[in-house]
């Protein structure tokens, strides 16, 4: 009696699980679904595994979602259509997974295809002992043969996704080497690049890197064609069990009796829907593939369109030769001839998938023939086709591939084009009037003046963001200024720190040094924009009680000393490249605030300008490697990330284009990438031309302020400034 009570109870509990097994099916059906609807809105139409990839996450929901095939209970007629289409699910689900192979690298390829395997064998596995002791395996031997070719071709391709990322990047380092060479002196110093010049010089290399993205040559690969066949025969072996469902119970068949009640229902429609759309990037690719091929597909160069190029099976013939350390237990020569017979039939499975899709595409080629070139006459713009330079020459190809078409390397640039669109959408308005400000760049030679007495033997180094984050304290601090010019000022750094942390993550990221000064800069400006506070300090409190900006300057720069000096006294951590982000900052305020102090005898409105012009000298400074900044993602990253790293690249240059022609116009100083990229080397450049002394008089006349251009006389008359340097 007690165990048919709990058999009842856990009947009960079975349209719960069926609720997950649909829950399941849902998430990777709409996973799936997102991935075709990037595809068409990109105009990617090889449809890149954004969200539905080989990944332990999707792997498990499918684990789940096939639940309902491998329960061995449930055998009711409405779960046996069920339990066909989730084998057909599972098929299709497959098939979606091959251009996300590009994307993982050779480590998580094996791990993740392997489990594959062991889901689709435990699948196969159990369906078979279950439908032999039913003798019932004539309905769903089709799906099964269907499920186990889908694993062979996505193994194929896992097994020589190595091999064809190494060639592929041998490809594009040759091809880099040409286009480095036609452009030598734009890599060297682009400064003086326009943003049409700057924009071509990049294109180069988005076609280079988005030719060469790994997913998309996974996609356009042959094999992905064979994916294509099995997905279709799928779909249609699934229409065709339907419709004899259908005859057979003369109108709809999912009757509610079975331990899974209505959940059944939601099941059959998740994964109905789900190999509809799972069949929808395959397809695609398929006649992705087809269109790349129909140029050139012709009977004289068949044999040569027949041959299987060497990455296809070169991982196996690599392990076919390494010998086994198994060797010493004394059956080595037997162990070593077992695998040599093995892996030889796998290469020659691989051979024979390669020369089936090879032949399948040129078939499809030959057929499809017409129907592409009806396309092309009746629907390519030709005006539109012959506008604009021409890039197809810079795509990465592997051997044996046909050439991209020259309409799949236009819609490759109009992308660019769409990401400098976007780009331009975030411009910073505010920080393009701030920089306006600067003019001769002579604030990197002001703001930390050299004689201003140390507070230690050593000084730590220096970046671009901390005297920007110490310098907007110091405004924000200056009493008598506008809340309005508060706040524009605020918004201003703000944007300008993001462009400054992006010169200083992309080319200084290796500088070790810098790591505590740059966690310092972040510190204090947190504090500023979240609390208006230098740490302890309330700066907008001291800006309401101090009566002018002298005293704020001496308060600020007192407490700051405090805080150095207690460090020095307590701590025996005497090498600045240790001190904590805290006493960095308090030594750069320091500083910075004796330097302004030597012009604080002016208004609070004019300290609050030239405090201003400091700043917009120093970001204008570090504006003037966001070409480098540009070069770096262009071309240098891993393969897997190089198309999205010169994605962004091209967001930079519509996002700062305004801000990049206002740092054109300026004079620079001659120095090469690796000392522009350093805020010390800008200071030493001042300091050791001379211009130090006399920057403070060219820059009062430059910044436009007719009130600052007045003070000149008095500022060079201060006997308490250092005209003379060391």
């Not at 609720?19 to 090889?46: E, H, P």
């Not at 920080?431 to 000084?459: M, R, T, W, Y």
């Not at 071309?635 to 519509?654: D, H, M, P, Q």
């Not at 430059?702 to 308490?720: G, K």
Request: overall charge neutral; proline content about 4%.
């Amino acid at each position: 009696m007690d165990d048919h009570l709990e058999e009842t109870q856990l009947d009960k509990a079975m349209p719960w699980i069926g609720a997950y097994i649909a829950a399941a099916s849902a998430v990777c059906t709409v996973a799936m679904a997102a991935d075709a609807f990037n595809g068409f809105r990109l105009k990617k139409l090889w449809f890149p595994c954004t969200y539905f990839s080989l990944n332990p996450t999707f792997l498990t929901l499918l684990g789940v979602a096939m639940k309902l095939a491998l329960d061995l209970t449930a055998v009711m007629k409405n779960v046996k259509i069920a339990k066909l289409t989730s084998l057909i699910f599972l098929s299709t689900s497959m098939a979606n997974f091959t251009s996300s192979l590009g994307s993982i690298d050779g480590k998580h390829v094996l791990s993740n295809v392997v489990a594959l395997a062991i889901l689709v064998s435990t699948v196969l596995v159990d369906v078979t002992i279950r439908f032999i002791m039913l003798n019932r395996i004539n309905f769903y031997i089709l799906p099964m043969i269907l499920m186990f070719l889908s694993l062979v071709t996505l193994v194929s391709l896992a097994a020589a996704a190595p091999a064809m990322k190494q060639s592929l990047e041998a490809a594009y380092r040759e091809k880099y080497r040409v286009t480095l060479n036609e452009d030598q002196e734009g890599m060297l110093r682009n400064e003086g690049l326009g943003i049409d010049e700057r924009k071509r010089f990049m294109m180069k290399y988005w076609v280079m890197a988005a030719t060469s993205n790994p997913e998309f040559v996974m996609a356009r690969s042959v094999i992905c064609t064979m994916s294509a066949l099995l997905n279709l025969i799928s779909l249609i072996t699934l229409s065709i069990a339907y419709v004899v469902q259908w005859r057979r119970y003369k109108g709809p068949f999912i009757n509610l009796d079975s331990v899974y009640g209505g959940s059944v229902r939601w099941i059959l429609y998740t994964q109905i829907v789900g190999v509809v759309v799972a069949t929808i990037a395959p397809l695609s690719r398929w006649l992705v593939v087809v269109s790349f091929k129909q140029a050139t597909a012709n009977l004289a160069r068949m044999m040569d369109e027949m041959k299987v190029e060497d990455y296809w099976f070169q991982p196996l013939v690599d392990l076919r030769g390494r010998f086994s350390s198994l060797k010493i237990l004394g059956r080595g020569k037997f162990l070593y001839d077992v695998k040599w017979y093995v892996v030889t039939f796998f290469i020659g499975v691989q051979i024979s998938i390669m020369l089936l899709s090879k032949l399948f595409v040129l078939i499809s080629s030959f057929l499809m023939g017409p129907l592409f070139c009806c396309w092309e006459r009746f629907f390519t713009n030709e005006s539109e086709s012959n506008k604009g330079p021409s890039f197809s020459s810079y795509a990465v190809l592997l051997p044996g591939e046909a050439e991209l078409p020259a309409t799949v390397v236009r819609n490759i640039c109009k992308e660019a084009e769409n990401m400098i669109k976007k780009g331009r959408t975030k411009q910073p308005k505010r920080l393009a009037s701030f920089i306006s400000k600067s003019v001769c760049f002579k604030g990197l030679g002001l703001f930390d003046n050299i004689q201003i007495p140390p507070l230690h033997s050593q000084e730590p180094p220096n970046c671009w963001s901390l005297p920007v984050v110490t310098l907007a304290s110091i405004a924000l601090a200056i009493p008598h200024i506008p809340e309005e010019k508060r706040e524009n000022l605020l918004h201003s750094v703000k944007e300008g720190l993001d462009l400054t942390k992006l010169v200083e993550k992309t080319l200084l990221k290796n500088d070790r040094d810098l790591n505590n000064t740059r966690e310092a800069a972040d510190m204090c400006w947190g504090l500023v924009l979240l609390y208006k506070k230098w740490f302890d300090v309330d700066i907008k409190k001291m800006s309401l009680e101090c009566k002018d900006s002298s005293e704020m300057l001496r308060e600020l720069s007192g407490k700051a000393k405090t805080m150095v000096v207690e460090f020095l006294t307590s701590s025996s951590t005497k090498n600045p490249l240790d001190w904590p982000g805290r006493v960095i900052a308090a030594n750069s305020m320091y500083r910075i605030c004796q330097s302004v102090m030597l012009f604080a005898d002016e208004d609070d409105e004019g300290v609050f300008e030239r405090v201003c012009v400091m700043m917009s000298d120093v970001m204008a400074a570090c504006f003037t490697n966001l070409g480098n900044v540009m070069n770096v993602m262009c071309r240098g990253s891993e393969i897997e990330k190089r198309e999205k790293s010169v994605g962004k690249a091209f967001k930079i240059l519509g996002k700062t284009e305004e801000i990049v022609e206002a740092v054109q116009r300026l004079e620079w100083p001659a120095m090469d990438h690796e000392r522009a990229v350093k805020i010390e080397e800008w200071q030493a450049w001042f300091r050791q031309t001379g211009k130090v002394a006399v920057g403070i008089v060219e820059t009062l006349v430059c910044s436009r302020d007719e009130q600052l251009a007045i003070q000149v006389d008095m500022i060079t008359s201060n006997s308490t400034f250092p005209l003379q340097l060391p």
